[in-house]
């Protein structure tokens, strides 16, 4: 599984213009990090890319104490979110390593949100090219920002640690956020040749991707401000952007390490076998291969319910994998 530090330093800049949605990609990186501290050791279990995800506001529509839903696979799909640029040219060695859907600005009305997708590169060395678009029309310049042509476009430039940011909006697209920063340096003089070569390079390309939708959240949980981030080895991490939820939901070609967290009981969850970990953890291998897993990763919290677990479970709206060319 990839570490989140790259994504973190990535986003670091867009999450001061989109502050809920950073703290979307902030919760769900922090769930993954505190995942992987617990020993939560994924175990290989299959090859290619799966996928599934989100794409409208997490409703809270059924509860523990009501009717729990039950979706069979193939059915009420998570929705496509759409992808208007993509990057003709990237350096060499930078290869994919992030996409996140979310929705940020919890307190705004719901078609006043702004849905944000970001997609990001790596070179493995501390490189990163980041690709977001805003829905947002505002956009207020810092103080240090500096004007340069990009096709013909008048596009904002930052420079900083984070490496160069340019933002624009290309004819006929969306407002786009490109920030470049080449083997971790943080040098402006070797990070903005870089970020205008990509920028000026940049081309519509419209793609759609199906994200996972949670149907489904304890009462008491902020639904309003969400988002999903796939890794291309093939895992979904979905959730809200309130922190006092801390439960992983995700999905993918592996189940859990059963040796450190050994099988409890098998159970039946969305009509497929599934099991219960000492820990809570439920675990549920999908008809195509592919394993749901629903897990705590608080250590301070109260042991995962069952009953929770597998309300979670069974509001996952499912989606098919996810198209690499998305990159």
Not at 251 to 266: K, Q
């Given at each position: 599984?990839?570490?989140?530090?790259q994504?973190?330093a990535?986003?670091?800049?867009?999450?001061?213009?989109?502050p809920?949605?950073g703290?979307?990609t902030?919760?769900?990186?922090?769930r993954r990090?505190?995942?992987s501290?617990r020993?939560?050791?994924l175990?290989?279990?299959?090859?290619?890319?799966a996928?599934?995800?989100?794409?409208?506001?997490?409703?809270?529509?059924?509860?523990?104490?009501?009717r729990?839903?039950?979706?069979?696979e193939?059915?009420?799909?998570g929705?496509?979110?759409a992808?208007?640029?993509?990057p003709?040219?990237?350096?060499d060695?930078y290869?994919?390593s992030?996409?996140?859907?979310?929705?940020?600005?919890?307190?705004?009305?719901?078609?006043?949100r702004?849905l944000?997708?970001?997609?990001?590169?790596?070179?493995?060395?501390?490189?990163?090219v980041?690709?977001?678009?805003l829905?947002a029309?505002?956009f207020?310049?810092?103080a240090?920002?500096?004007?340069?042509?990009?096709?013909g476009?008048?596009?904002?430039?930052?420079?900083g640690?984070?490496g160069t940011?340019?933002?624009?909006?290309?004819?006929?697209g969306?407002?786009?956020?490109?920030q470049?920063?080449?083997?971790?340096s943080?040098?402006?003089?070797v990070?903005?040749?870089?970020?205008?070569r990509?920028a000026?390079r940049?081309?519509?390309s419209?793609a759609?991707?199906v994200?996972?939708?949670l149907?489904?959240?304890?009462?008491?949980?902020?639904?309003?401000?969400w988002?999903?981030m796939?890794?291309?080895d093939?895992?979904?991490?979905?959730?809200p952007?309130?922190r006092a939820?801390?439960?992983?939901?995700?999905?993918?070609?592996?189940g859990?390490?059963t040796?450190?967290?050994?099988?409890?009981?098998?159970?039946?969850?969305?009509?497929?076998?599934?099991?219960?970990?000492?820990?809570?953890?439920l675990?549920?291998?999908?008809?195509d291969?592919r394993w749901l897993?629903?897990?705590?990763?608080?250590k301070?919290?109260?042991p995962?319910?069952?009953?929770t677990?597998?309300?979670?479970a069974?509001?996952?709206?499912?989606?098919p994998?996810?198209d690499?060319?998305?990159f």
């Amino acid at each position: 599984m990839h570490e989140t530090e790259q994504l973190k330093a990535a986003f670091a800049t867009i999450a001061e213009e989109a502050p809920d949605v950073g703290g979307v990609t902030a919760a769900l990186a922090e769930r993954r990090r505190v995942a992987s501290q617990r020993r939560m050791v994924l175990r290989l279990a299959g090859a290619g890319a799966a996928a599934v995800a989100i794409g409208g506001g997490v409703a809270t529509y059924e509860r523990l104490a009501g009717r729990r839903p039950v979706l069979p696979e193939a059915e009420q799909p998570g929705d496509a979110v759409a992808l208007h640029t993509r990057p003709a040219w990237l350096p060499d060695g930078y290869t994919p390593s992030q996409l996140v859907v979310a929705v940020g600005d919890a307190n705004s009305p719901e078609e006043l949100r702004q849905l944000y997708t970001a997609r990001a590169w790596s070179d493995g060395d501390g490189g990163t090219v980041t690709l977001a678009e805003l829905t947002a029309a505002g956009f207020t310049p810092p103080a240090n920002a500096t004007t340069v042509d990009v096709g013909g476009v008048s596009a904002v430039l930052v420079a900083g640690p984070s490496g160069t940011e340019l933002t624009w909006r290309p004819s006929g697209g969306p407002m786009v956020r490109l920030q470049a920063r080449r083997g971790g340096s943080g040098d402006p003089e070797v990070d903005r040749p870089l970020a205008l070569r990509i920028a000026q390079r940049l081309t519509l390309s419209p793609a759609r991707v199906v994200v996972p939708r949670l149907g489904w959240l304890p009462p008491g949980v902020d639904g309003s401000a969400w988002g999903d981030m796939y890794v291309p080895d093939g895992y979904w991490y979905a959730g809200p952007a309130d922190r006092a939820f801390t439960t992983m939901v995700d999905l993918g070609p592996t189940g859990l390490d059963t040796h450190a967290d050994p099988i409890a009981r098998t159970v039946q969850v969305r009509g497929r076998d599934g099991y219960v970990t000492r820990s809570g953890a439920l675990v549920i291998h999908l008809a195509d291969g592919r394993w749901l897993r629903v897990y705590e990763t608080n250590k301070d919290a109260p042991p995962l319910s069952f009953d929770t677990a597998r309300a979670l479970a069974e509001g996952l709206r499912l989606a098919p994998p996810v198209d690499p060319s998305v990159f």
